[in-house]
């Protein structure tokens, strides 16, 4: 298998609160992973700055071999990678299925974006 994304002492902060410190992980494609932790344990700022949502304060972020370290948060969307907020309710008159097709709207390929459906379709049951 192939490393898909791959983050390298990546590290976060809040002003003077340093909430992420050297944070390295590799996820391969085709896998499934999870980001677990006590609350405050900075998943939720590690998933932020992989979207470009928070600018790392040092580290590296790698997705298919392109660094997205210095990449605004569009840029990043534009390469594949987006962030559904989960719990937040944000856009509630749409399914689940239509609200993670949203991620794909820069993209002008229907059949990657099939692709990326029946990825998502393959873990779990989604209603349309």
């Known amino acids: 298998m192939s490393v898909l994304l791959s983050v390298k002492d990546l590290s976060v902060a809040y002003g003077q609160v340093e909430?992420?410190?050297?944070?390295?992980?590799d996820l391969n494609e085709g896998e499934i992973t999870a980001l677990v932790g006590a609350n405050g344990a900075g998943?939720?700022?590690?998933?932020l700055a992989l979207s470009g949502l928070l600018k790392p304060k040092g580290g590296q972020v790698l997705f298919e071999g392109q660094d997205l370290t210095r990449?605004?948060?569009?840029?990043?969307?534009?390469?594949?990678?987006v962030q559904v907020a989960e719990g937040?309710?944000?856009?509630?008159?749409?399914?689940?299925?239509?609200?993670l097709v949203l991620g794909a709207y820069t993209r002008n390929d229907r059949a990657g974006i099939a692709a990326a459906m029946q990825r998502i379709a393959?873990?779990?049951r989604?209603?349309?």
């Open 19 to 25: 909430a992420v410190k050297g944070v390295s992980f």
């Open 43 to 47: 998943k939720s700022t590690t998933l």
């Open 71 to 81: 990449l605004k948060a569009h840029e990043i969307v534009r390469r594949g990678i």
């Open 88 to 99: 937040r309710a944000i856009l509630t008159t749409l399914t689940v299925h239509e609200n």
């Open 122 to 124: 393959s873990i779990v």
């Open 126 to 128: 989604l209603p349309r």
